[in-house]
């Protein structure tokens, strides 16, 4: 099988258990959503393919920061949303990790991450807070927060998303916009680690 490998803290324990099972002698590929996860993939000594040689994707492994009642996610706490989702809708299945605080009724607790080129980002700015969505540039160490893909990220504080569909359509239709942390009908299986240490299962019907 071909593997995406998500990218977070909770993908980081699923890519340190494949590489036990590769280490056992598991035979798969992978490809990975971050160079942090490809670099812990590496030192694991699990095979990385090359994007050429990629027929297609079996199955993709992902934490999320938030999951709704429907199965629609909300990802890029990390910042890797853009290659998340690259590989998330190229793969065949898609497998999120939670825990059960990330479990919400409706979208919009955790703020909304949208990958903006550099470019006039200030622009853009405003035409997210035109439409009352509170973005903030992400910052590290005082800098604005660089993505694995050479972009900035503005974090959307907008409350309630009751119709997350729509408001992806309208983010990405916005010139500046590279992509939105809103994954719509592309979860597959939602695995729910609960604080007792059991485990729920949401499937898409
Ligand atoms: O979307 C992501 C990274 O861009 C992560 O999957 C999401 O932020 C969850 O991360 P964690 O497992 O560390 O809580």
New binding site residues.
């Given amino acids: 099988m071909t593997i995406g490998l998500?990218?977070?803290?909770?993908?980081?324990w699923t890519i340190q258990k494949i590489g036990e099972r590769v280490k056992a002698g598991l035979d798969i590929r992978a490809v990975a959503t971050?160079v942090a996860s490809e670099t812990l993939a590496r030192e694991l000594n699990i095979p990385i393919v090359p994007f050429p040689e990629i027929t297609h994707i079996d199955l993709d492994i992902?934490?999320?920061?938030e999951v709704d009642d429907h199965l629609q996610l909300t990802?890029?706490?990390?910042?890797?949303?853009l290659r998340?989702k690259i590989i998330a809708t190229a793969s065949r299945r898609m497998i999120v990790v939670?825990d059960a605080a990330?479990k919400v009724p409706v979208l919009g607790r955790f703020p909304l991450?949208v990958e903006v080129v550099p470019f006039g980002w200030e622009l853009t700015f405003r035409r997210l807070a035109a439409l009352e969505l509170n973005p903030a540039l992400r910052e590290k160490d005082g800098q604005p927060y660089i993505t694995d893909n050479g972009n900035y990220i503005l974090d959307c504080h907008c409350g309630s998303i009751p119709r997350p569909e729509a408001l992806h359509t309208t983010l990405n239709l916005i010139p500046g916009v590279v992509e939105n942390?809103l994954f719509i009908d592309i979860a597959d299986t939602v695995i729910i680690g609960q604080e007792d240490g059991s485990t729920a299962v949401l499937r898409r019907s």
């Avoid at 998500?6 to 980081?12: K, M, N």
């Avoid at 992902?62 to 920061?65: E, I, K, N, P, Q």
Wanted: zero cysteines; glycine letters at 34%; proline letters at 4%.
């Fill in positions: 998500g990218t977070g803290s909770t993908a980081y971050s992902d934490g999320a920061d990802k890029g706490g990390g910042g890797a949303l998340e939670i990330k991450p942390g």
